[in-house]
Each structure stands twice: as structure tokens, then as C-alpha cells.
């Protein structure tokens, strides 16, 4: 061991160990460090145990202390300082045999820096190597770190308390939420339910937290719940939303739907939180719709009714089989395509354009439009259509339902075109009516003007007067003929009775009726045919005869000088047919070039100040071109102005091959003179004796012998008992009316051919339709009119030489004295056909049946015998149209239909009186007219 | 660098401008720390981004930003959590400045995570000293600056200081002429 010995200067011992405390032997103090000089001040000499104390080690014997003895220990001095506070040194002893004194060296310890400040001691009072202040720094150092914990610890709780205030607050929440919450574990185990879940469920907490979820759905649904959930554990989706349906512990089945968010504990575990709702409400309701939605797609199917739905671009979404079958094109063909590219034109793409504007202002409505379908027929549909609405309550699109109403569009445009006729015709009747009213008011004021000039004033009744009566019934009664006429036509009720006919005869028949009117205006009357014109064709003669008559009476009527020509022509034969061309031109008044659009409508003529001029009503134009429409053809006309008029037409007729056997066929129509008629043998039934009158009077002037019947009855056993050549038949008789005896007539074979020509006072289409049904060949219409009987008998009689139409002119009867008051016997005038006789006997027949007629009704209607009423009257009617008293037709009629289904006679009786005084005052009248 | 130094910048934004804006400032600053622990070592990077998140959100230079952190870090981090080792460096501002070198040094031990910057004194005079600054860490003169003002407000000294080299202008280090 070294003992070499150190000796160490006391600046060096201060500088090493600045707390340092230097003690003798005597245990006196000799030196102190600097440093320890600061906390007391220690006088050199002074004794060692009165300023210190020894606290370890403990020493033993304090008598006789060897501090040698402490040599190797640790060794804690203590002492106080002048403020009396407490100080504590560590260090060591040794002894020092140089000086012979025993040195301690160390420094005070502190169990903070601030107790070192306290002691006014600075980092630089510590030597270098002491590491006292380092440890105040570390123990510092601590206590911040304590500060850090501390603060932490507060932070931790301060979070734990807000975690366990949230988590309660949230299982409050949960407890008391109306919804189903609920967890699972990673096995589909529930871990957690709320009280909502037991109740929803019906099972006990208890009892879910042992079992799965999967346990509650509905059996068919837990394989795609399962591998939905899967799903979303296997790829960590966070939140998924799914809708499924459950069985609760009773068996009832709900629906919920669910938001199941997914999380993961740190040691991994995954769980899944649902939070559900029960939606069995809301499926019902959905289900519910979705049956409404099939049953009106059933029902729009089943309607025949397409449905198309498009989306903003008309890009077509769904459609149903309708239509498809609509519009031509399959499923796969509409789906994806723009329905407007692939139906509309231009214009009904611009047409839609505005439509898809209006839906996606939320607008709804109908329209009809055409399409093209996929054939590119034109077709005309019918589309409802709306906007339709995502969930969100934004337009996608729109929804239509379509109607093909091709077939009601064309029966619309017809109405339309049906509808404008209409009106035109209704304006052109509202004028006919204006001037029919003024056609006539002009002939009754001169009837009613100048019968009652002629009852006051005996020398007003002069032949001028006369004639102008005569005029002015005879317009009246051609007005009321071309109405019938017309009404027949339009209604469809005139068919062509196709007969054999000779055209030369009823040509020359035509020409001979109206030569002498042309003789009257000084008018040349051709009529020029062609002998290539087959002698006898098979068509309706009658028909022929009315457009000719119709065409050569305008021809002359408008012509007052030079011609009017008839010019027929056969401008082309085939085997079997013959096309004949018919021509009646003139050199009249001509029809400006504007009216000849217009004058074959119904009620017009070609310039309305003819009709005042020229009279006439204003259809004879119109029948005739409709006649000729019967016949497939159509009438043409051209005419100059001052110059004349022509107008053609043609008719093909099939020509009657077997001349020579014309004696077996029917007899060809023709119009002949009433020698022709000579011999003829006619049963007439008719149970009215002034019909009678009337009648036998006409036939009697052609030498036919007549046969009366009072009833259908008593027909039958005359044509039982007589042979006849025709049966002239009323149609309302009593005992057996005109329809059984045209029935019984034609049942018996042996009468198969016998002509029959009903006769009616009644204007109605359905008994003439009805009679000729039955087996009549014709139907007249009283009274009974001398020409059309004539021409109606000569249809029936065949012969080849034609001669005039017997002219009653020359026999007219000298009338000038007849006083004509509020009757007329212009009718029985022209019955006579010139017998003064005759007339007479006719006033003295109506004046004695007349009366008894009124009194049959009379005791009829008092004794409610209301049909026999009707009867009375329909005969009472006859006679008194036979006297022209038309103005009581309206009552008349009113007696006889109101009688057929009344059973009270308050109604009958006002209209009866009313009839009676008239008449009462008309027999005074007619018995003036007797006596003259 | 520590925790206590974030800690302290915690409390600098929060007692000058409120709860809210240091808040703000840590969102500014992208920095996903609740609690700065003091003697845990965090990444220079964290200080710098706050400092940087001051700066921008108060409108302020990063060196005044700083030099106000050095002041607060001497008169209210270091007294108010180290009290009296503050005191202890010693009684006067000098003294202080003189033991600084041996304070660091023994810094160095106590915090073997840290490191902790190096400073060396020359020029010792009456009223003045050369203060020499090494660091690893660059743009902190600054924050030196600001320990100086800080220092001589704790010892109610009037101080002025300016940099007479620096590791801007190629020096090694950056040495500030300290006057009291």
C-alpha cells in the first residue's frame, strides 16, 4: 500500500469541500468550509460537540468520544443555525495525523432546492463533483412528474366520469328507447337486449341472452340473413341496413328493419350492435300496395289499356304486354329506348316536348296523339299520363296509360264531318224554313185573302181568283210531296225496284207530260234518242221517270224561251249492260259559275231571289242527285249564265235479253194512255165512301171497272168469287185492316202476281215500309192524285202504243161561282176531272157523313171508348183533308195518336170541341157551295 | 425535446389568448397528442408545428413566437416548476450566466433522453460576456434570445444581447455578446 502522505493546502480544501469541518484532538474546531459559513458562522477554537451533534452512528460512551472510532461509517452531523432551524451534514471522518485533527468532509442535505435557497446557498456554494444538487434537481424532477400524474390521473377521471355519466345516459337511453336495441357476439349470440326486445320479441331477457339471433328470423329468411351478416363481418363493413322478417316466442310473425353497426374490442372480439324498429305496419301497407298495383295492372290489362313507364330522356323503363301489342315492338325492343324516336313524327315529338315540360312541373293530363306503329300503320292513341316520384319526392320520370282509339277517331272525324253537314244542312233549313214559311204564307194569304174577298164580296169570285187558289194549293201540295220525299230518302227507306222497262216508251211518256206546259211558254221540247238504246232494260223505271221529270220541269221552269232538250244516248254496250246517257239541257236563265257547288244540297237553290221569282222548294235538285247516287252514278252540270244549263248523268242498266217472251214477264213499266187501261178490272177496298167517290171517279174516267170492298174481309171473298187485274187497298179499314189482307193475298198462290197499291192518309215511312214488306208493289198516299195513280196503274198495264195523259183542262169545272171560304174542294175538283156531277154528289156525301162521323166520336170519347175514338177520328181525318182543311190536321192527328194510349179524355175533349165548331162552320159554308 | 416544453407552450397560448385558441392552434397544427407528459421525450417535429401553428394563426414571426416562449419558459415554466433551481443557478445574472455551462452539463446526466444544448461563457467582464450556444437543433437562437430577456427580468437586470456569429453566416455555433 502506498503510504505516501499528501499535504493539503486549506484554499484546496475549501475549493474540494466547501462544507468541510477541520477538529483537533481536544475536539476543538480549527477550520469550516466557506460554504458552511454561509448557513452559521463557526468560531475558529470553538468545541465541536457544542455546535454539533452526532446522530449516526449512535455513539455509545458520549464521556469519551473517539471519533477515530467512526472512521469507514457514514457519518449525519446535526446542528442548528442562528435562525435556530435545523441542520443536517453527510459525510465522513478521518483522521489526519499530519495535523493531528480530524477532518470531516461532506455538505448539507436538503430535501428540496427550496430548503437550500432558505439557507442562502447557490449552486456555486457546492463543490463541482457534490452532486446534492442534482439530486435536489431529480427529487424536483419527481415532483413535477407527481404534478404530471396527478393532473393526468384528474384528466383520466375527469374523461371516466363523463364515460360513465355518457354511458349511463345512453343506457337510459337504450332502456327507454321505443326501439329495438340489441348486441350480438361474433357466434350470433345476443349479449345485450332492451326491454323493447323482450316485448317485441315475447321472449324474457333471460331467455334471448342464450339465444342466437339467427333463432328469431323466420325460417326461409335465415339463410340470407346469415349470409348478409357474414358479409359484413367477413369484409369489416361498418354499417349495413337490412330489412328481415322474425317469429316471436308466440308464433306472430313481424317485420323490422335494422342498422347493425359493427365494432371490434382490443382483444379482437367482434361485436354487432343493432338498433331496429318494428315495420310490420309499414310492410303490411306495402304489400297491400303492391296488391293495389297489380290489381290495376291487371285491371289496365285487362282493359286492353298499355302502360309505359319513361324515365327524364323518355328512355323507356317498363312497359306491359298491351303494349307491346300496342305499338308492334317487343319487351327487349322498348326497354332502354327513347319511346319517341321510336313512335312520334316530328310534330308529335314537339307536341310531347311541351307534355314532358308540364310533367316536370308535376303536372298531369290526357291528350290524344297519332303514332307510327312498328308496321308504321298511323294509329291514333289516347294517353293519360303523370309524373312519377322517386322517394324523395323528385320528379324520375313519368308514367302513361295508353288507349288505341283509332277506330272511335275515325268515327270522331266522321261525327265532325257528320256534324258540319249537319249544321250546314241545319243553316240551309233554317233558310228553307224562312222561305218555306214565306212559299206558305204566300199561298195561304191567297187562300185565306181571297176566300174571304169572295165571302164578302160575291162578285171577287172570278176566274183570275180562282186560278190563283188553284195555284196555291197546288204548291202547297208539291212542297209537302218533296219533303216526304226527301225524309224518305235520307232515311235510307227507298230501295230500287228493279223491273223490266221499256225506255223508248217511258221517254216518250215523259215528253208527252210536259209538252203541254212547253206549249204554254212558247218552249221548243226535244227529245232526241239513239237507236243503239236496248229496247227493254231491267232497272226502276219509277225512279227514272222522277229524276227525269224532276231535271226537265227545272229545265222549264228557268227557261222562258227557245229550247229545252232531252238527249239519251248509249255510249257503251258490254254483253249484259248498257250504260245510258241521259242529257237535258236548255236555254234558260243559266246558274252562275259560284252556286253550282250548291245546288244540289237539300233545301238550297242556286240563288235564293229564284225562289221568290220562280218558286219551288228548293229540293227537287237534291232528290235528284240522290236518286242517281241509288244508282251508283252521279249527276254533272254546266251552264253559262243568260245562256243555259245542261245537265248529265248516266245509269248502267242490265239489258233484258228475251224479248220475245216478254208476253210471260212482268209488265214493263210505262205510262200510257188511259185507253190502255180500258177493260181493266180493279177491286178497290176502302172503307171511306168519299174515297170511294173520289176514286171510282178517277178510274171511271179511264173505263176501268171498279169493284168496291168496305174492308180487307170482304176483299177476300170478292177476289175469291172475281178475277182482278190490280188492287187498289187502303191500309187502315176496320174488320181486316190493309196489312192482313195484303198478307192473305199473298199467301194464297193463285194472287202471287196481283198487283197490289196500298193507299195511306198517313205520311210515315215505317207502315209504307211495312206494307210493301208484306207484298204491296206500291203505296200511294192520299189524296189520291190523278196523275200519280194514272202513272202507277200504267206501270202495271203494258202497252206499245202511248198516247197523252187524258187532260182534264178541257173539262174543268166552271167553279167561278163556288164560294171558297176556310176550305177547298180543289181536291174533289181534281177527282172529278170535270164532272159537276160528280162534285155535287161528293159535297152531299161529305156533308151527310161528316157529321155522323163527329157523332159517332162524340158518343165514342163520352163513353171513353178511346181506341174506337181513334178509329172515328183517322176516318173523320180523311174527309176533312179531303176538304182542305189542313189546318186541322195538327188537332186531328193530336185526337187520334192521344186516344191510342190515353184512358182519360181530359186532354181529348178541349181538341174535339175546337173540332167540332169548325166544322160546324165549314158545313155552312160547304152547304153554301152545294146550292151553287 | 421533453413534454415540459410543449406543456409550456400549452400554457403560454392558453393564459395569453384562452383555452379556445390553443384548441384552434393545436388543430392548426395537426398534432394528435391530449396530454404532454414533462420529462417524456416527444419529437422536435411536434414543437416546431406548434410553434409554426402560432405563428400562423396570431399572425406572429416564428422568432418572435419564440424569443416570447424563452421568456416564458425562464419566468414561468422555470419558476414556477423548478422554483428554486432557478434561484440556485445563482444570485445574480452573471453568476447565473457563468454556471450556466455546468447547469447544462448536469441537465445532460439527469435527462439521458434529452439533448440538451451545450453553452460555453468566454469574456467574462464586469458588465458583460460572450455566451456561446451550440445545438443539434436549428432555428432555436431565437428561443436563446428570449431565455436572455427572460433571465433578466428574473434578476431585474437590464440586459441587451446580439449575435456576433452564426451557424447562418457558416460559423460553427452562434455566440451572443450578453451586456447587463
Not at chain 1, 204548291?475 to 223490266?500: M, P, Q, R, S, Y
Request: hydrophobic fraction near 40%; proline fraction near 3%.
Amino acid at each position: 500500500m502506498n503510504t505516501q502522505k499528501i499535504i493539503i493546502d486549506l484554499p484546496f480544501l475549501h475549493r474540494l469541500f466547501p462544507f468541510h469541518l477541520l477538529i483537533d484532538r481536544q475536539l476543538k474546531i480549527r477550520s469550516s468550509g466557506k460554504s458552511l459559513q454561509v448557513i452559521r458562522e463557526i468560531e475558529f477554537g470553538a468545541d465541536f460537540f457544542s455546535l454539533f451533534t452526532i446522530s449516526r452512528p449512535r455513539l455509545l460512551d458520549l464521556q469519551s468520544v473517539d471519533l477515530a472510532s467512526l472512521k469507514g461509517q457514514l457519518v449525519i452531523l446535526e446542528f442548528l443555525s442562528t435562525q435556530e432551524k435545523k441542520y443536517t451534514l453527510r459525510g465522513q471522518i478521518d483522521y489526519l495525523e499530519k495535523e493531528a485533527s480530524f477532518l470531516f468532509t461532506g455538505s448539507p442535505w436538503f430535501s428540496s432546492m427550496d430548503e437550500l435557497i432558505a439557507s442562502n446557498l447557490t449552486l456555486h456554494n457546492f463543490a463541482l463533483h457534490d452532486p446534492m444538487i442534482d439530486l435536489l434537481h431529480v427529487l424536483k424532477t419527481q415532483d413535477i412528474t407527481m404534478d404530471d400524474v396527478q393532473m393526468l390521473l384528474r384528466k383520466v377521471n375527469k374523461h371516466n366520469d363523463i364515460l360513465i355519466e355518457s354511458e349511463l345516459k345512453y343506457r337510459s337511453i337504450v332502456e327507454k328507447a321505443t326501439d329495438i336495441i340489441y348486441t350480438i357476439n361474433a357466434d350470433g349470440f345476443f349479449t345485450y337486449v332492451n326491454e323493447v326486445t323482450e316485448r317485441m320479441t315475447a321472449y324474457s331477457q333471460t331467455e334471448l341472452l342464450t339465444m342466437r339471433y339467427v333463432d328469431l328470423i323466420r325460417p326461409d329468411y335465415r339463410k340470407k340473413a346469415v349470409a348478409f351478416y357474414l358479409k359484413q363481418i367477413r369484409k369489416k363493413i361498418q354499417s349495413t341496413y337490412f330489412e328481415l322478417p322474425l317469429i316471436t316466442k308466440s308464433g306472430k310473425g313481424i317485420w323490422i328493419e335494422q342498422s347493425v353497426q359493427i365494432s371490434q374490442s382490443n382483444k379482437d372480439k367482434i361485436e354487432l350492435t343493432a338498433l331496429a324498429i318494428d315495420i310490420s305496419s309499414r310492410k303490411h301497407n306495402e304489400m297491400s300496395l303492391k296488391i293495389q298495383e297489380e290489381k290495376y295492372r291487371n285491371i289496365i290489362t285487362n282493359m286492353n289499356l298499355g302502360l309505359l313507364e319513361v324515365d327524364l330522356d323518355h328512355n323507356i323503363q317498363t312497359t306491359n304486354e298491351i303494349f307491346c301489342k300496342l305499338s308492334g315492338f317487343s319487351q327487349q325492343e322498348l326497354i332502354g329506348k327513347r319511346a319517341i324516336d321510336l313512335l312520334l313524327d316530328q310534330e308529335s315529338k314537339d307536341f310531347l316536348a311541351n307534355k314532358q315540360n308540364q310533367r316536370e312541373h308535376g303536372k298531369s293530363d290526357m291528350y290524344s296523339i297519332p303514332i307510327r306503329n312498328k308496321n308504321g300503320e298511323k294509329r291514333w292513341w289516347l294517353i293519360s299520363g303523370a309524373p312519377q316520384f322517386n322517394d324523395n319526392g323528385e320528379i324520375v320520370g313519368s308514367i302513361g296509360v295508353h288507349l288505341d282509339i283509332t277506330d272511335q277517331k275515325k268515327l270522331e272525324e266522321e261525327l265532325v264531318q257528320a256534324k258540319i253537314k249537319a249544321e250546314d244542312s241545319s243553316k240551309a233549313k233554317e233558310f228553307f224554313l224562312a222561305t218555306m214559311s214565306h212559299e206558305i204564307r204566300t199561298p195561304l194569304n191567297a187562300i185565306v185573302g181571297l176566300s174571304d174577298l169572295m165571302q164578302m164580296d160575291k162578285n171577287a169570285i172570278s176566274e183570275d181568283n180562282i186560278k190563283i187558289l188553284n195555284f196555291s194549293s197546288k204548291n202547297l201540295h208539291a212542297l209537302i210531296t218533296g219533303i216526304l220525299d226527301l225524309t224518305k230518302i235520307d232515311a235510307g227507306k227507298i230501295e230500287l225496284i228493279k223491273n223490266n222497262f221499256n225506255l223508248h216508251a217511258l221517254l216518250e211518256s215523259v215528253r208527252l207530260s210536259f209538252k203541254a206546259s212547253c206549249d204554254d211558254k212558247n218552249i221548243d221540247l226535244r227529245l232526241e234518242m239513239s237507236d243503239k238504246i236496248p229496247k227493254i232494260l231491267i232497272g226502276d223505271e219509277l225512279r227514272l221517270s222522277q229524276i227525269l221529270n224532276n231535271l226537265i220541269s227545272n229545265a222549264i221552269k228557268f227557261t222562258s224561251k227557245g229550247f229545252v232538250k232531252i238527249r239519251v244516248e248509249c255510249p257503251m254496250q258490254e254483253k249484259d249492260t248498257a250504260r245510258i246517257l241521259f242529257t237535258i239541257s236548255d236555254s234558260g236563265i243559266g246558274i252562275r259559275k259560284k252556286n253550282l257547288k250548291t245546288i244540289f244540297r237539300a233545301f238550297e237553290q242556286a240563288d235564293r231571289n229564284i225562289v221568290r221569282q220562280f218558286g219551288g222548294t228548293g229540293l227537287g235538285l237534291s232528290i235528284t242527285q240522290k236518286l242517281i247516287h241509288l244508282h251508283g252514278s252521279e249527276i254533272y252540270v254546266t251552264s253559262k249564265l243568260n245562256k243555259g244549263s245542261v245537265f248529265t248523268f248516266h245509269i248502267d242498266y242490265p239489258i233484258f235479253m228475251h224479248n220475245e217472251e216478254m208476253g210471260n214477264v212482268k209488265p214493263v213499266v210505262n205510262f200510257l194512255h188511259g185507253d190502255s187501261l180500258i177493260g181493266k178490272r180493279i177491286l178497290l177496298v176502302e172503307d171511306n165512301q168519299v174515297n170511294h167517290l173520289i176514286a171510282v171517279s178517277y178510274l171511271n174516267h179511264w173505263n176501268i171497272i171498279t169493284d168496291i170492298a168496305n174492308n180487307g174481309k170482304e176483299a177476300i171473298e170478292k177476289l175469291e168469287m172475281h178475277s182482278y187485274d190490280l188492287v187498289l187497298l187502303d191500309i187502315f179499314m176496320p174488320v181486316m185492316d190493309g196489312f192482313e189482307t195484303t198478307k192473305k193475298i199473298r199467301h194464297n198462290p193463285a194472287w202471287k202476281t196481283l198487283p197490289i197499291i196500298a193507299l195511306t192518309a198517313s205520311a210515315e215511312v215505317n207502315l209504307i215500309d211495312k206494307i210493301i214488306r208484306l207484298g204491296a208493289n206500291l203505296c200511294l198516299t192520299k189524296p189520291l192524285d190523278s196523275k200519280e195513280l194514272f202513272q202507277a196503274l200504267c206501270s202495271f198495264f203494258v202497252q206499245e202504243q202511248t198516247k197523252e195523259l187524258p187532260s182534264t183542262n178541257s173539262k174543268k169545272i166552271n167553279t167561278s161561282k163556288v164560294k171558297m171560304p176556310s176550305l177547298s174542294l180543289q181536291k174533289i175538283e181534281d177527282a172529278s176531272l170535270g164532272s159537276l156531277k160528280f162534285l155535287q154528289e161528293m159535297i152531299a156525301l161529305l156533308l151527310l157523313e161528316i157529321p155522323q162521323t163527329i157523332q159517332e166520336a162524340e158518343d165514342q170519347l163520352r163513353h171513353k171508348n178511346f181506341l174506337s175514338f181513334s178509329a172515328t177520328i183517322h176516318k173523320l181525318k180523311n174527309n176533312l183533308l179531303m176538304l182542305s182543311m189542313d189546318y186541322l190536321r195538327e188537332d186531328l192527328n193530336f185526337l187520334e195518336e192521344h186516344a191510342k194510349v190515353t184512358n182519360v179524355s181530359t186532354k181529348l175533349r178541349p181538341v174535339f170541341k175546337r173540332l167540332k165548331e169548325c166544322w160546324e162552320v165549314s158545313a155552312l159554308e160547304l152547304k153554301g157551295m152545294q146550292t151553287l | 425535446m421533453y413534454g415540459i416544453i410543449n406543456r409550456a407552450i400549452e400554457d403560454l397560448v392558453k393564459e395569453n389568448f384562452g383555452e379556445e385558441k390553443w384548441l384552434v392552434i393545436k388543430e392548426l397544427s395537426g398534432i394528435d397528442v391530449d396530454f404532454f407528459i414533462s420529462h417524456e421525450p416527444y419529437d422536435d417535429a411536434i414543437t416546431y408545428q406548434l410553434a409554426g401553428a402560432i405563428s400562423a394563426e396570431m399572425d406572429m414571426h416564428i422568432d418572435a413566437v419564440l424569443g416570447l416562449l424563452g421568456e416564458w419558459w425562464v419566468l414561468r415554466t422555470g419558476m414556477e416548476k423548478y422554483g428554486g433551481l432557478m434561484k440556485a443557478g445563482g444570485s445574480n445574472l452573471k453568476e447565473f450566466l457563468i454556471n450556466l455551462p455546468s447547469f447544462h452539463s448536469r441537465v445532460m446526466l439527469m435527462y439521458p433522453k434529452l439533448s440538451p444544448p451545450e453553452f460555453q461563457v468566454s469574456h467574462v467582464e464586469e458588465n458583460g460576456l460572450y455566451l456561446h450556444y451550440h445545438s443539434q437543433r436549428i432555428g432555436l437562437k431565437a428561443f436563446v434570445g428570449g431565455l436572455l430577456s427572460g433571465l433578466g427580468k428574473l434578476y431585474s437586470s437590464p440586459i441587451s444581447f446580439h449575435l456576433i456569429q452564426s451557424r447562418d453566416e457558416g460559423a460553427t455555433h452562434e455566440i451572443f455578446k450578453v451586456n447587463w
